[in-house]
């Protein structure tokens, strides 16, 4: 099985960048395949909500803005597994995963039963770095978006600065099971 472990802070080495690497190690362990994403080295732009409202996401399933965003949304396809990690800000997503989170649910929610991700499991991890607050609200939007693009929650994760190591173990642990589960599956 492969998973993607897509993480979205400009921090290389901060608390969201730890929690993808026991992603990763997690996946490794269950005996998955991993590739890592970081969103803010790519180019994946706002949706621009083309035409009325609905662009080629609609009628093609596919984005019609062309950046970085085609060739994720190919990996994203491929893959048998997610782990979502965000930092929080405002209670909410970062920018670089709402951009993502967005237009990739454009073209897979309307495809309703035949999304690429339907019934894949994703954990999703919300990581807040600062007061510690807001890590629920984000969730339940990651929650909310899981449901909207047809994925399954394998778990919901939130971590904050004094819940650190802990929950790095329980992060390690959700992605070693996950992958484990797929490989069971298949
Ligand atoms: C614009 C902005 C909003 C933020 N909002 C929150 C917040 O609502 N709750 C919180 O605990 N931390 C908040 N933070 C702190 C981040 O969650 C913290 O930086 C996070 O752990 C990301 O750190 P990392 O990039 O090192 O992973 C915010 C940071 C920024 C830049």
């Not at 004094?162 to 589960?181: H, N």
Request: proline share 2%; aromatic share 6%; with cysteine.
């Amino acid at each position: 099985m492969k998973a993607l472990v897509i993480s979205s802070s400009p921090n290389e080495d901060g608390l969201t960048a730890a929690c993808a690497t026991v992603a990763a190690e997690g996946v490794r362990l269950g005996g998955g395949q991993v590739e890592e994403v970081r969103l803010n080295d790519l180019n994946v732009g706002m949706c621009q909500a083309c035409g009325n409202g609905w662009g080629t996401c609609l009628t093609n399933h596919e984005c019609q803005t062309e950046d970085d965003f085609q060739a994720l949304h190919a990996r994203v396809r491929q893959a048998d597994a997610y782990v979502l990690v965000t930092p929080v800000y405002w209670g909410e997503m970062s920018e670089s995963a709402k951009a993502f989170a967005d237009r990739l649910r454009r073209c897979e929610a309307t495809r309703d039963g035949e999304s690429s991700l339907f019934g894949k499991p994703v954990v999703a991890v919300a990581a807040a770095g600062g007061s510690g607050g807001g890590m629920i609200s984000c969730l339940t939007s990651m929650e909310r978006w899981i449901e909207h693009v047809r994925a399954r929650v394998f778990d919901l994760i939130p971590v904050n600065r004094w819940s650190r190591d802990y929950k790095l173990a329980a992060i390690r642990e959700a992605a070693r099971a996950m992958a484990q589960g797929v490989q069971f599956q298949n």
